[in-house]
């Protein structure tokens, strides 16, 4: 299944550290904790926390779903991924007409949401058409 499989620069896949949208995926969670820092300390446990979690299950579904033994509950946890990166582009959104974030700084966090985007959807084409 997943195991051997090739990825975009022909390099062996063996488990999901090795999937550039599962790296990609870190540092996004990276730029999120980064961003929130400074929210007001009122949103620690509402708006915070939401974006966190979102940032945190997109690399985190990304490696349960290449971990499990079938592409059919790997692709299940790329739609999971998927659905972390669509609330979390909500969420930025929201910072921004909120006043808690520069739009400056979440356009770039948002750039690689979309970019991430594109990629599951590389990945998720890959997986079904070998099977």
């Not at 790997?74 to 520069?102: M, P, W, Y």
């Amino acid at each position: 299944m997943i195991a051997e499989a090739r990825g975009q620069s022909g390099t062996v896949i063996r488990d999901y550290k090795d999937l550039q949208v599962w790296q990609k995926g870190m540092e996004l969670a990276k730029g999120i904790y980064r961003l929130t820092r400074d929210f007001p300390s009122d949103e620690k446990f509402g708006l915070v926390s939401q974006m966190r979690r979102a940032a945190v299950s997109v690399p985190s579904n990304l490696a349960e779903g290449q971990a499990r033994n079938t592409t059919g509950e790997f692709v299940q946890f790329i739609s999971h991924a998927e659905g972390s990166l669509a609330e979390l582009d909500t969420q930025l959104r929201l910072a921004v007409a909120l006043g808690f974030c520069k739009s400056t700084d979440a356009k770039v966090l948002g750039s690689q949401v979309i970019e991430m985007q594109k990629m599951l959807k590389v990945l998720r084409r890959r997986l079904t058409a070998n099977h």
